[in-house]
């Protein structure tokens, strides 16, 4: 079945960088489109950024646009979250997800289990 | 300070029908775009719960459904399940902001 699962997470201090990486089994990777979501500690979901099949759309949330670059790796199954620049406020748990992109909205469907970043001053 | 208002907690008894609003704007719910709904249970990561105008994935029961009116949509949960306790998030577009947002979730408690 489809399976995100992402790895990277842990604690960095302010001004720091962190790598987050998710693989994906289960489904067509090189054919969808992929995305980052955040959930900081006890608060809502954000779209942070997500990536066509071939890199040819890309987009960033104003919160971490010029700081966070996403990539993905087609022969590997694999999508990446190059992160620098941290600030407190991006503590958040990561998730990972495909992108349904169908209809007027897109849609995230599988998320993976998520991985948490803790960002210290 | 989310785009989409949902009330924080909703509560009801088992077999009860509980529903929880999400009200947008004229540049997401207002504007036509797809609502979609996401169920999290404590401690794991979100599912899709509801899509488009009223689809659910294979496996999730016929009693949430999800409905549109306006600027606002709703996520019905009828025959409330002990299982059903968990938090609601809904998400459009917003043409104004120029990406997916989403509601600030609802904690749905069964009594």
């Known amino acids: 079945q489809v399976h995100l699962v992402e790895s990277g997470g842990g604690l960095v201090k302010s001004g720091g960088s962190l790598r987050l990486s998710c693989a994906a089994s289960g489904f067509i990777f090189s054919g969808s489109y992929m995305g980052w979501l955040r959930q900081a500690p006890g608060k809502g979901l954000e779209c942070i950024s997500y990536?066509?099949?071939?890199?040819?759309?890309?987009y960033y949330a104003d919160a971490v646009k010029g700081r966070f670059t996403i990539s993905r790796d087609n022969a590997k199954s694999s999508l990446s979250l190059q992160m620098s620049s941290l600030r407190v406020e991006d503590t958040a748990i990561y998730y990972c997800?495909?992108?349904?992109?169908?209809?007027?909205?897109?849609?995230?469907?599988?998320w993976g289990q998520g991985t948490l970043v803790t960002v210290s001053s | 300070q989310s785009a989409l208002t949902q009330p924080p907690s909703v509560s009801g008894a088992p077999g009860q029908r509980v529903t929880i609003s999400c009200t947008g704007s004229s540049s997401n719910i207002g504007a036509g775009y797809d609502v979609h709904w996401y169920q999290q249970l404590p401690g794991t990561a979100p599912k899709l719960l509801i899509y488009d105008k009223n689809y659910r994935p294979s496996g999730v029961p016929d009693r949430f459904s999800a409905s549109k009116s306006g600027a606002s949509a709703s996520l019905a949960i009828t025959g409330l399940q002990p299982e059903d306790e968990a938090e609601y998030f809904c998400?459009?577009?917003?043409?104004?902001?120029?990406?997916?947002?989403f509601g600030g979730g609802t904690k749905v408690t069964v009594l």
């Open positions: 990536i066509g099949v071939s890199d040819d759309t890309i």
């Open positions: 998400q459009s577009y917003d043409s104004s902001l120029i990406g997916e947002v």
């Open positions: 997800a495909r992108v349904i992109v169908a209809g007027s909205a897109n849609r995230f469907d599988p």
